[in-house]
């Protein structure tokens, strides 16, 4: 029978989690990622907090682990919507890159209580901002192929893109353009010949940087 939140050894494993370290309830549930579906690993992390009777919570801002990075989620989907605006695409997948102390300190924590539920940090990452990100553009995370591949660099606020082909109406695969939206017109990524869409590189990566932003 698989694990489950309750289970008196996942209670204990996450006890002995927390004696080590201050985890927020993100970090907390992330240990524990690949049990019982359906639920975000925040929602992990409470369920397990209120099971170790831990009555004081750990602010993500206060969090050993990630140190405040799950509070930036938010800047981080503005960061990349604000990147990706002013082109035309119709699927997308993120990645990112999260600095190599954080990383560390996730493997210390695995080595000092074990990773056979967890999930790294990255991945939480890059489907939460993914989930956001799916409503807020009106498009699709496609994990085989997607038109543009965003790779955010957390550390540093860089979002960089990555073309990747797109189909044509007849199903053959192009080569990589980018389209700029003509005055904020919208155009379906698939009329090439189109007069006024610039294309503005083949295969080429765009890197924007945090400074174009507003501080929040
Ligand atoms: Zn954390």
Redesign the pocket.
């Given at each position: 029978m698989s694990s489950t939140l309750q289970d008196k050894d996942i209670v204990a494993q996450a006890q002995h989690a927390l004696s080590m370290h201050q985890?927020?309830?993100?970090?907390?549930g992330?240990l524990f990622a690949k049990l019982e579906s359906g639920m975000s690993n925040k929602s992990r992390g409470k369920k397990l907090r209120a099971a170790c009777k831990q009555s004081t919570k750990?602010l993500?801002r206060d969090?050993?682990?990630?140190?405040?990075?799950?509070d930036e989620l938010p800047s981080f989907t503005i960061l990349i919507t604000r990147a990706l605006e002013p082109y035309e695409f119709d699927t997308f997948l993120i990645g990112s890159k999260i600095d190599e102390d954080t990383i560390e300190r996730e493997t210390s924590l695995w080595g000092e209580v074990g990773n056979e539920h967890a999930e790294p940090?990255k991945v939480e990452i890059n489907r939460e901002l993914g989930k956001v990100l799916e409503t807020q553009l009106h498009k699709e995370v496609d994990f085989e192929d997607p038109t543009v591949m965003v790779i955010l660099d957390t550390a540093f606020d860089v979002v960089t893109f990555r073309l990747n082909h797109y189909l044509s109406t007849d199903g053959t695969k192009n080569t990589p353009v980018l389209f700029r939206k003509p005055n904020g017109f919208v155009r379906s990524a698939g009329e090439k010949d189109a007069g006024d869409a610039t294309i503005l590189e083949h295969c080429t990566t765009r890197v924007y940087k945090s400074s174009l932003l507003p501080v929040f």
């Open positions: 985890l927020c309830d993100y970090c907390l992330r750990t993500v969090c050993w682990l990630c140190q405040g990075l799950f940090i």
